[in-house]
């Protein structure tokens, strides 16, 4: 009964910035590793950022260092991506995924969302 459920992606310029937001049901974002990974076709997907359950430490790729932040809304129980001054590198299909279980951790992922990065 996890579901996650990505939202806030779209068009955006060259140097434009876009939040993106995962809302989780069925686990809680606040002990569940939380990700984002992106994906273009053809390509192998991508780690962009992870948020750790257990104490909150993140990490980011290297591409996008100093310009994405991952940070989790316990109100909402969702985990955001604040993107800034992107590219069109940037392009691509954002997937949400937690990784999280009682018996066994277990990953689960969104269905995507699109982000172009397009003058």
């Known amino acids: 009964q996890v579901q996650l459920v990505e939202s806030g992606g779209g068009l955006v310029q060259p140097g434009g910035s876009l939040r993106l937001s995962c809302a989780a049901s069925?686990?809680?974002?606040?002990?569940?590793?939380m990700s984002w990974y992106r994906q273009i076709p053809g390509k192998e997907r991508e780690l962009v950022a992870r948020?750790?359950?257990?104490?909150?430490?993140?990490r980011y790729a290297d591409s996008v260092k100093g310009r994405f932040s991952i940070s989790r809304d316990y109100a909402k129980n969702a985990v955001s991506l604040e993107m800034n001054n992107l590219n069109p590198e940037d392009t691509a299909v954002y997937y949400c995924?937690?990784?999280?279980?009682?018996?066994?951790?277990?990953?689960?992922w969104g269905q995507g969302t699109q982000v172009t990065v397009s003058s």
């Open positions: 995924k937690a990784t999280w279980g009682r018996l066994a951790r277990m990953d689960y």
């Open positions: 948020i750790i359950g257990d104490g909150g430490s993140t």
């Open positions: 069925g686990l809680s974002v606040s002990i569940a590793d």
